[in-house]
């Protein structure tokens, strides 16, 4: 029995918050149920007692994060219920009067309210709440909350006070950080939102408080620089900075008054002195100072996102971080490497293969994000016709346009001066080619860090550089300065020439494979004996692959050239190779990663499918580590993913690629290894069937054999494993064909069963759409029904008793077992079916009874008279005639038409069978009406009309038809739905002048055999099967095969003949349409 809610009282709200605090309460549950009751039918008083509950500090917290779920529900009605309360305007000002004083102060105003009892009022302590982070920031996060919800109230208070408050002298430090913790914490969201009513708000905030805000962050900054620690209000102000500038540069540098401009104009200046002054620093001292590094980054942070964001009003900017960025980048870098010849050029690079930058990796990063952007930005493009500034410069008649992307219109002078300083005055050719040749050949090689790692776990090495993120790494960032001169038209044929000519040197990569073959093993982990060219011409590969595209497109480069010349010869040179080094495979590796770029190039007979599934395969040669192993996958995965012509010979050697593929995912211990090995068997399959092929029993069993094995030990977080096993059986099974679930069905089985038992549900909650896919393909290819197969079919049940979020399936599912189960499957489950039904027939939206819809007709079309018993007898036949008499009253709550469309085809479907069934239920009390035959009959007119589908239409029609005589002793039947017929004979005929034109052309052009669903809904995995299936049982569905042209003749010459009708005029005109 469900126990009563408390009454809300003070007591008992903090006894509940306390359950909260706790945790591990037995009562918790019911503590819960409390707070959401309180919520729900007492919403005003019980936000009052939450805060009134913040006096008390054992459950303050609780409290806090209570009244955060109260504001995000109750708050601001936004539509979604109408039975929700909300808050009344004393409450909601009580609230926002306790978060302020909370976040500036510490303050809370109820404790000067003498009403209020409990002990905690007259011992309440300020400096407590100031100094707890963890209030701080609960109540932070419900005021942010709060003021998203009072927009654009709040900028008549809150932000102006808060930035007082964190400027304030009189404030103490702990104060003034929480103040403008609650600042930052309210930019930060706001500037995620898209809505152009906030960013509107956000830019006048910014125009009318970034001066001050700036002049602050300089007070602190300059205290920094005088070796004072970097302190949590300084950061705080050059964060909450950032977000004003990344949301409103243009604009302030557009506003009227010129002291938001010049501010902004200090604040880049002190950026710029700070960073001067720490790169001198740098020089000179080799110590790492940790507040200054974080200072820099800090700043730097937002010199790269503000420039993101604004690239043309940043342009004032541009060349003072241009010049400053390109020294930091080439710091340690003495001389260049532009001049000589090629040899020169690779010596150059080898002799410094090992220097590293003196300047931090965080810091390197971002001089690196920041040329990538500048490089890439398409408003500084010198071609007018590709520069996306150009159509938005402003006219002098035109206004300024701000959209809800951030868009701007810009003073043309602005758009020049930015691509006069990108791309006329700093981005030289010798610049961009210094800036070039310094990425490939030394950020982008392999860091002696990533060496050790490689050797340590070479699997781990493969999965974490594959995650790599410019923002967090050298190499990758790198790679993305690299990619914007590549993808620049004004910095490409800089570029692109250089590298070709690199790989046009066939000697030297030769030379440097044969190096990295004899190389001498590592010693004691080090990366020393690795020889500086293979390092070098591994990076150089890697711009190739990013370059592919590029390259195509200019002259002297041909790649399918290049790989016959260099290329295979150095892969097959490898894979043949079953040496003992302890050397890590660096260039083996990239050569093959470099295939997967441009494998859509290659032509079948120079495919490099034969030495890639020999690396997957080969046991014996250590230097196909796991890092190549995995990369050669990779691969073959693109390959098969893009229908690749090198990757045919993918079918001629299947089962081989898949065995190894089950070895290797094995003898891998990584979840993503795994995973990513189990996803190509896959591509496989398909590839084949694709292709045209047959998938062979021995590829098929090649393929399923090792996953009973493989699924069992997919526990815990390997659990994912098993979607991928779901995918192999439901290709197989379909590739296979009719029969197919006989052979897998053991498989299968187990699978099905695993994954849907309600012990396992919340393990395999993720999966269970593609379980039950499967489950669907698995019958749609089922030849001959067996009990084993229908002892599942309670599992389905229960999983719609949970809830109807896989109803459609479901609905399949159930529909497959009756086509291929009839009698059989119908005398076993009758009573899970008849659950079935009084689950979700009168309880699942309009859009899910179609699916219902489809198991109805399936029963009814297998097994007219039984299946209308098993309705009646269950009490379905019921509720659909209770909802058909609501829909007929107009009852406002009454199923919409396409639902009385879905019960009515069943209706005719029982009632031309066994048209006396439902006369002991007539007539039905609706309240208002009493729904009889008659009323039955007329909603069938009502509804019979060009709206109704056309196969529900000629269903009806050959229903109603069926009641008229002549009908075995030339009289019709005696039930209650026959007299009505005859009381409604004008109306029916009229409506059938208006349907059966549509019907007759139906039936000349094939006919519906099924009722419409919904076109993107179609489930393609055995669908042919399922067509052939549904097809075979029309053709034994006696309605169906009723042409109702004939039907309608033989009842309306009868009709006719002995005056049925009292308007021969509509007889006439519907024996016209007959003929």
């Known amino acids: 029995m469900k126990e009563e809610c408390p009454p809300l009282t003070l007591p008992n709200v903090e006894a509940a918050l306390h359950c909260l605090t706790l945790g591990s309460s037995n009562n918790l549950k019911q503590a819960e149920g409390a707070l959401l009751s309180w919520q729900k039918q007492q919403v005003n008083p019980y936000t009052f007692a939450l805060l009134c509950a913040t006096l008390n500090p054992q459950v303050r917290l609780a409290a806090l994060l209570s009244l955060k779920a109260v504001v995000k529900q109750s708050w601001k009605d936004r539509g979604r219920s109408s039975q929700r309360h909300f808050l009344d305007e004393p409450t909601k000002q009580q609230v926002r009067a306790l978060l302020l004083s909370f976040v500036t102060t510490g303050e809370n105003p109820l404790v000067h309210q003498e009403t209020i009892d409990g002990q905690y009022r007259n011992q309440y302590n300020a400096e407590s709440v100031v100094q707890d982070r963890t209030v701080q920031a609960a109540a932070t996060s419900c005021l942010v909350q709060v003021a998203l919800f009072d927009l654009p109230k709040i900028s008549q208070d809150l932000v102006p006070l808060l930035v007082n408050h964190a400027m304030s002298q009189q404030q103490h430090v702990v104060q003034k950080r929480n103040s403008m913790f609650a600042l930052e914490a309210l930019f930060e969201e706001l ?81 710029f002195d700070c960073s001067a002054a720490y790169l001198t620093k740098r020089q000179q001292e080799s110590v790492n100072d940790v507040e200054s590094i974080r200072l820099i980054q800090l700043m730097w942070e937002l010199v790269v996102e503000v420039q993101q964001a604004h690239p043309i009003a940043f342009g004032r900017y541009l060349e003072l971080f241009l010049n400053m960025y390109y020294n930091v980048i080439f710091l340690g870098f003495d001389g260049t490497s532009s001049v000589g010849d090629l040899q020169t050029f690779l010596k150059y690079y080898e002799d410094r293969m090992h220097h590293s930058s003196p300047m931090p990796d965080e810091l390197l990063i971002l001089a690196l994000r920041f040329m990538a952007n500048v490089a890439s930005c398409s408003q500084y493009l010198p071609d007018a016709e590709t520069n996306e500034a150009v159509p938005n410069i402003r006219s002098d008649e035109a206004r300024t346009n701000i959209t809800a992307k951030g868009d701007a219109q810009f003073q043309q002078s602005d758009v020049q001066h930015a691509v006069h300083v990108v791309w006329n005055s700093f981005f030289s050719s010798h610049r961009v080619c210094d800036l070039a040749d310094l990425c490939i050949c030394h950020f ?112 002297g480069w041909d790649f399918q050239s290049w790989y016959r010349r260099v290329l295979l010869p150095c892969l097959n040179v490898f894979v043949s190779n079953n040496d003992s080094t302890q050397l890590i495979p660096l260039l083996r590796r990239r050569i093959v990663w470099l295939l997967g770029c441009n494998a859509s190039g290659l032509s079948r007979d120079l495919s490099p499918f034969q030495p890639l599934i020999k690396i997957i395969s080969c046991n014996t040669s250590k230097s196909n580590d796991s890092a190549v192993k995995l990369t050669a996958v990779q691969v073959i995965s693109t390959m098969l993913g893009n229908f690749d012509e090198a990757a045919a010979d993918c079918a001629l050697h299947a089962e081989f690629i898949i065995d190894s593929l089950y070895r ?50 997919a526990c815990g977080e390997r659990v994912l494993l098993r979607r991928s096993i779901i995918t192999i059986l439901s290709i197989v099974t379909s590739s296979i064909g009719p029969g197919a679930s006989e052979i897998l069905f053991p498989i299968s089985f187990h699978v099905l069963a695993s994954s849907l038992n309600t012990s396992a549900s919340v393990d395999h909650a993720f999966q269970v759409d593609e379980t039950l896919l499967l489950w669907l393909t698995t019958l749609r290819f089922t030849e001959t029904y067996s009990e084993p197969i229908g002892t599942l079919f309670p599992t389905l049940v229960g999983l719609l008793e949970v809830d109807f979020e896989h109803l459609r399936l479901s609905m399949m599912i159930t529909e497959m077992y009756i086509l291929i189960g009839g009698k059989a499957f119908l005398i076993s489950h009758s009573e899970s079916l008849c659950k079935l039904f009084r689950l979700t027939i009168d309880n699942v939206r309009p859009r899910g009874v179609k699916y219902i819809g489809l198991v109805l007709e399936a029963l009814l079309r297998e097994c007219p008279r039984e299946g209308g018993l098993l309705l009646l007898s269950s009490g379905i036949l019921e509720t659909m005639l209770r909802s058909c008499a609501l829909n007929y009253t107009e009852n406002p709550h009454c199923e919409p038409d396409r639902v009385i469309t879905v019960y009515l085809n069943a209706l005719s479907r029982i009632l031309v069978v066994s048209p006396d069934l439902l006369d002991h239920l007539f007539p039905l009390n609706t309240g208002a009406v009493s729904f009889g035959g008659r009323e039955l009959i007329h909603l069938y ?71 419409e669903l919904y076109d993107e809904e179609t489930i393609y995995a055995g669908q042919e099967r399922y067509e052939a299936i549904l097809r075979h049982a029309v053709s034994k569905d006696d309605i169906a095969q009723v042409d109702l042209m004939d039907l309608a003749r033989e009842k309306v010459a009868f009709s006719k003949s002995n005056g049925r009708t009292t308007d021969p005029g509509l007889l006439t005109a519907l024996i016209k349409i007959l003929q």
């Open 191 to 271: 500037s995620e939102k898209r809505l152009l009513g906030i960013k509107q708000y956000l830019r006048t905030v910014a125009v009318n408080h970034v001066a001050s805000l700036i002049q602050e962050g300089a007070r602190h900054v300059t205290m920094v620089g005088m070796d004072a620690t970097l302190s949590e209000t300084c950061s705080l102000l050059i964060r909450t900075i950032r977000y004003l500038l990344h949301s409103s540069l243009t604009n302030i540098t557009e506003s009227p008054g010129q002291a938001s401009r010049a501010a902004v104009d200090q604040w880049m200046k002190l950026i």
């Open 444 to 555: 982008m090689a392999i860091s002696p860090e990533a060496i050790e790692d490689w050797v340590a776990d070479p699997e781990n090495y493969f999965i974490t550089e594959d995650s790599r993120d410019a923002k967090e790494n050298v190499a990758v960032s790198a790679q993305a300065l690299f990619c914007s001169f590549i993808e620049a038209l004004a910095a490409r044929p800089i570029v692109v020439p250089r590298l070709i000519a690199l790989l046009n040197d066939s000697e030297s990569q030769m030379n440097v494979c044969r190096q990295e073959i004899v190389g001498k093993p590592v010693a004691n982990g080090s990366c020393s004996k690795i020889h500086p060219s293979v390092v070098l011409w591994e990076a150089i590969y890697t711009a190739a692959g990013l370059s592919t595209t590029v390259l195509e497109d200019f002259e």
């Open 664 to 713: 290797l995912a094995i003898e891998f211990v990584e979840l993503e290894s795994q995973s990513m090995l189990l996803d190509v068997i896959p591509l496989v399959l398909l590839y084949i069937t694709g292709t045209g092929r047959d998938i062979t029993a021995t590829v098929a069993n090649a393929s399923v054999s090792p996953l009973p094995s493989i699924w069992d030990c």
């Open 941 to 1011: 007119i009502k509804l019979l009309n060009d709206e109704t589908p056309i196969y529900s239409q000629i269903l009806w029609m050959k229903f109603l038809f069926s009641l008229l005589p002549p009908s075995g002793a030339s009289s019709a039947p005696e039930c209650q739905i026959t007299p009505a017929l005859d009381d409604l004979m004008v109306p029916f005929l009229s409506q059938c002048i208006l349907c059966l034109p549509s019907a007759k052309h139906v039936r000349e052009s094939g006919g519906p055999y099924k009722p």
